[in-house]
């Protein structure tokens, strides 16, 4: 991305501050002004005191200095904190845009990014953004307007001496924009990496069970510690530019300083100045230096924010897929048919997962899908609530094309119970009425009931109100299964989708679940992916899904006398 246009975008994020940052720019200017007049102070200390021992001076002298620094105080408190509000108010609103934004990527998009490289645009590289709004665009302004202040002064007091001086200025700039550089380099360097630490302990502290099952703690130590020893090599060679710069800097600030002396004092000899122009005069210099040197840090800031915002930019541009329909017809309640038409699909365009699919299932109606892994029974559940878009071929709602259809109301009227439960780290009665914090207490129990899981609700420490770990972590396989059949139950959606919902249990847990099923199918109408044949008995239809095509259809007693796939699978689990 061009540097015009990451800074166009940062300011685009500032803009909504430029109130705040005018006023605050304001108290900038007039900061800058004390500084400049406490330099310029020192003449009158040392030609009107000390040379010219003049009383009535040292009276008033302390007084105005007092009033000087206190104004100082005052504007820099309010500078300091009118910023951060500007930086923090970026930060909140970047954090608040991407996040908006992660959450409507499709589920491709999460299937090529990693979790941890998501946490770390979030989280780290908005704060770098920060730093460069509050340190950098702003600190570059306070260090301007300090400079300029002091300037005014030093050409005030002697031109001669000041052009003299400037001669030097524009030799610190050169290592500055070569530092910049490298200093980009690294930091970008730096975040990736970071981001891989961050994506590292997400998948191996979530899959810790696995990790031990399988042995793989010093694998998994020896990856993490290679990731972690790259991130440190490259803090080193980051620490060395910076400070080098650093040094070069203070050494190329002696130097002037020398040079400056030199020169000024050969006038105050020739009686070209005074003492007090002379001491004045340096005094402006060394306060001059302090900002120049920090602009060099503020430069690195700068870079390193540049390189974060490149990255959340990005980020930000990623498109969600291009849509095919209108998408904005309200899906009325759920009446007639759900129908399939043709439907073909392929993640990647190349290879063909769902193969001319077309099927319809009535209103009340239970269709299974059966068939070997990997035969597209999932892609094909995926599909109904939108996840992912035809390839070729549509589905029709009451004979609406998915396409059309605004995805909330049709999401709404769908409810899904998969084999891979998705708890969050909150309470029971917050996973139940999830989607829908109004429920009241008498429902969600009526919800758990039906769905076989409030007597294990009940034997909780604190019943619904028990806060149950990370992904459900807390709870047993079944347990967990029986929560978001729950939290289906309460959706109270008339399309019912059900992926394997009973394959990962054991055979106890798998017949609660599979009672609890039964609720939640009754007087919906269910497109059920099933792993034990035994669930799908009761179907109205089954189809034989192999390589993406249905290969067989009917209903149970049929299918077992036609000796095709669907008897070779039901022999298989005898
Ligand atoms: N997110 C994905 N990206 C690319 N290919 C996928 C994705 N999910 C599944 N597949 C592929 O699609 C095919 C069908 O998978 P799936 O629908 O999960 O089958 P089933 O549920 O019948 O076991 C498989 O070959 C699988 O590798
Ligand atoms: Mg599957």
Redesign the pocket.
């Known amino acids: 991305m061009p540097e015009k246009e990451i800074l166009r975008r940062i300011y685009q994020a500032i803009k909504p501050y430029t109130g705040t940052m005018l006023v605050a720019m304001l108290c900038m200017v007039l900061v800058a002004g004390f500084s400049a007049s406490q330099a310029y102070m020192v003449k009158p200390l040392l030609d009107r005191i000390f040379f010219e021992h003049d009383r009535s001076t040292l009276n008033i002298l302390p007084l105005i200095l007092i009033a000087i620094f206190l104004g100082k105080g005052i504007f820099y408190y309010g500078y300091t904190v009118l910023l951060e509000k500007v930086g923090q108010g970026v930060v909140r609103d970047l954090r608040q845009k991407v996040y908006r934004h992660i959450s409507r990527m499709p589920l491709?998009f999460f299937?090529r990014t990693a979790t941890g490289e998501l946490i770390s645009r979030v989280v780290s590289d908005v704060t770098l953004i920060q730093y460069a709004v509050s340190r950098a665009v702003v600190g570059i302004l306070k260090d301007l307007f300090q400079v300029l202040g002091l300037l005014g002064v030093v050409f005030y007091m002697n031109w001669q001496l000041a052009s003299f001086s400037l001669l030097f200025l524009p030799l610190s700039l050169v290592p500055m924009a070569i530092f910049g550089r490298l200093h980009r380099r690294y930091s970008h360097q730096n975040q990736e990496t970071m981001a891989n630490v961050s994506t590292h302990l997400h998948e191996t502290i979530n899959g810790h069970r696995i990790v031990k099952a399988f042995g793989m703690e010093t694998y998994e130590g020896d990856r993490f510690a290679g990731i972690v020893d790259r991130l440190y090599r490259i803090f080193i060679k980051e620490a060395k530019v910076r400070n080098f710069s650093h040094s070069l800097m203070e050494f190329l600030g002696g130097v002037f300083v020398a040079m400056v002396i030199w020169y000024g004092g050969r006038q105050v000899l020739n009686g070209h100045a005074t003492p007090g122009t002379f001491f004045s005069f340096m005094t402006s210099l060394v306060m001059i230096y302090e900002p120049i040197k920090s602009l060099s840090d503020v430069n690195s800031a700068l870079q390193q924010g540049m390189a974060a915002a490149a990255r959340v930019f990005r980020l930000l541009d990623e498109e969600p897929e291009p849509r095919a329909g209108t998408d904005d017809i309200p899906l009325p309640p759920f009446e007639k048919e759900l129908r399939v038409e043709n439907l073909s699909f392929s993640?990647?365009g190349n290879d063909t997962?769902l193969n001319d699919i077309s099927f319809t299932i009535k209103a009340g109606e239970t269709i299974a899908l059966v068939?070997p892994?990997?035969?597209?029974?999932?892609?094909l559940a995926n599909l109904v609530p939108r996840f992912y878009e035809p390839t070729r071929g549509k589905i029709l709602i009451d004979g609406h094309n998915l396409m059309d259809l605004d995805i909330k109301t049709l999401r709404d009227q769908i409810a899904m119970v998969t084999q891979e439960t998705i708890l969050f780290n909150d309470t029971v009665k917050n996973n139940i009425a999830y989607g829908d914090p109004e429920r009241n207490m008498d429902e969600i129990r009526a919800a758990a009931r039906a769905a076989y899981a409030l007597d294990f609700i009940e034997d909780l420490p604190q019943g619904f109100n028990t806060v149950i770990g990370e992904f459900g972590a807390r709870l047993s396989g079944g347990q967990r299964q029986r929560l978001s059949i729950a939290r289906a139950l309460l959706k109270d959606a008339p399309i019912l989708i059900l992926d394997e919902a009973t394959s990962n249990l054991d055979t106890e847990s798998e017949r609660e679940v599979q009672k609890a099923l039964e609720n939640l199918m009754r007087d919906r109408t269910t497109l059920v992916?099933a792993h034990r044949l035994s669930t799908i008995r009761q179907a109205n239809r089954i189809y034989v899904?192999k390589d993406g095509r249905i290969v067989e259809q009917g209903d149970h007693d049929t299918l077992m006398a036609s000796g095709g796939v669907y008897q070779t699978l039901k022999k298989m689990q005898r």
């Open positions: 491709s299937h993640y990647d997962v068939g892994s990997g035969g597209g029974k999932s892609t992916i899904i």
